[in-house]
């Protein structure tokens, strides 16, 4: 359960993330890892590393509003800092010990999927446009009244590819 959860939570962020349009996508990433960056300021026990760590990861999230590849090594540089804290027994959530060492799981997922440019995942998972139906219509036939049916078409192809042959 250590190791799963972190790993479910870097997967669901993957995916809730999925639902953003880009660019804004990217920009929304940027400002979490800045939050990010900061999370160990309050009681991490570092001293003046943790400011300058807060301080390269707010470089890192800067550049990353125009590059993922920031964001992807900033997670990076952020699982680092989260295995030196749990080796330090330092946890993230004091009253969580194994904190920080659930986030330096986490975190690779999300790095990952940044430093692969970020891209939505539902686009892959469904090929297929929803089919728009009448009432009494079947599903893969076309009724008199309709010519929607299934289309593998892209969304950037317009309406009319998206149209079953009328033949």
């Given at each position: 359960m250590t190791v799963l959860v972190p790993l479910f939570i870097g997967v669901l962020y993957v995916l809730v993330n999925s639902l953003i349009a880009e660019p804004h996508r990217r920009r929304f990433n940027a400002v979490m890892l800045g939050g990010a960056g900061a999370a160990y300021l309050s009681g991490g026990g570092l001293?003046?590393?943790?400011?300058?760590?807060?301080?390269?990861?707010?470089?890192?999230?800067?550049?990353?509003?125009?590059?993922?590849?920031?964001?992807?090594?900033g997670w990076l540089l952020h699982t680092a800092w989260d295995v030196v804290h749990h080796?330090?027994?330092?946890?993230?959530?004091?009253?969580?010990?194994?904190?920080?060492?659930?986030?330096?799981?986490?975190?690779?997922v999300i790095a990952i999927w940044c430093l692969a440019g970020g891209p939505s995942v539902w686009r892959h998972a469904r090929p297929w446009r929803p089919v728009r139906?009448?009432?009494?219509?079947?599903?893969?036939?076309?009724?008199?009244?309709?010519?929607?049916?299934?289309?593998?078409?892209?969304?950037?192809?317009?309406?009319?590819?998206?149209?079953?042959?009328?033949?």
């Open positions: 001293g003046i590393g943790e400011f300058a760590f807060t301080a390269v990861l707010t470089y890192l999230a800067y550049r990353g509003l125009e590059s993922w590849t920031f964001i992807g090594a080796l330090r027994g330092e946890p993230i959530i004091p009253s969580a010990h194994d904190s920080s060492f659930g986030c330096a799981i986490c975190d690779p139906l009448r009432l009494g219509q079947r599903l893969g036939r076309r009724s008199k009244s309709s010519a929607w049916t299934y289309s593998t078409a892209s969304p950037s192809a317009g309406p009319r590819a998206r149209r079953a042959n009328p033949g």
